[in-house]
């Protein structure tokens, strides 16, 4: 029985790497008005095939609904929902933080315990980059808001099952 709760959920959708294939698969969550999340698009260990990245909110019976859409766009070779507790999901953060002499230490002590990296300092700034769930990402983020963030951009999530099992890129 399908159930109406609203929940994240990751699709990971191996494709032919061809002209306009982003905005076919983002068309395709707009004409149905489904909560896309974040859509991240990268190339993959084959030659000619990406895996995008999808995270949307949505119950049971929309997420078999977008995965039957997915699977009918031609490019489209495979589709897989990554389930939470077999997956490794990772988002990558970059934020400047208003930094002087006086906080700078903090500030980088901070990024050190979240093992995130100073990527560029300046007189008045500091810019950090963090990768990791994103949990992680909004708790350095909770750390950092009372030195006062000046600018922050948030990549949408890449993920990969564990272990070995693998999405061959062959058609289901």
Request: charged letters at 25%; hydrophobic letters at 45%.
């Amino acid at each position: 029985m399908a159930t109406h709760e609203i929940i994240r959920h990751t699709l990971s959708v191996l494709v032919q790497d061809t002209e306009g294939i982003i905005s076919r698969v983002s068309g395709m969550f707009t004409r149905r008005a489904f909560n896309l999340v974040s859509l991240v698009s990268a190339k993959t260990e084959t030659d000619g095939i990406n895996r995008i990245t999808v995270v949307v909110d949505a119950d049971e019976l929309a997420i078999e609904q977008i995965t039957k859409q997915l699977n009918k766009l031609i490019p489209v070779l495979k589709v897989v929902r990554l389930e939470g507790e077999t997956t490794i999901a990772r988002a990558i953060m970059l934020v400047k933080v208003s930094a002087d002499s006086t906080n700078r230490p903090q500030i980088v002590d901070a990024a050190n315990i979240f093992r995130a990296r100073v990527v560029d300092v300046a007189p008045d700034s500091v810019v950090i980059e963090a990768t990791g769930t994103p949990g992680k990402l909004r708790a350095l983020l909770d750390v950092l808001e009372p030195f006062g963030v000046r600018e922050l951009i948030e990549s949408g999530q890449i993920a990969l099952n564990r272990g070995p099992k693998t999405m061959a890129p062959s058609r289901n």
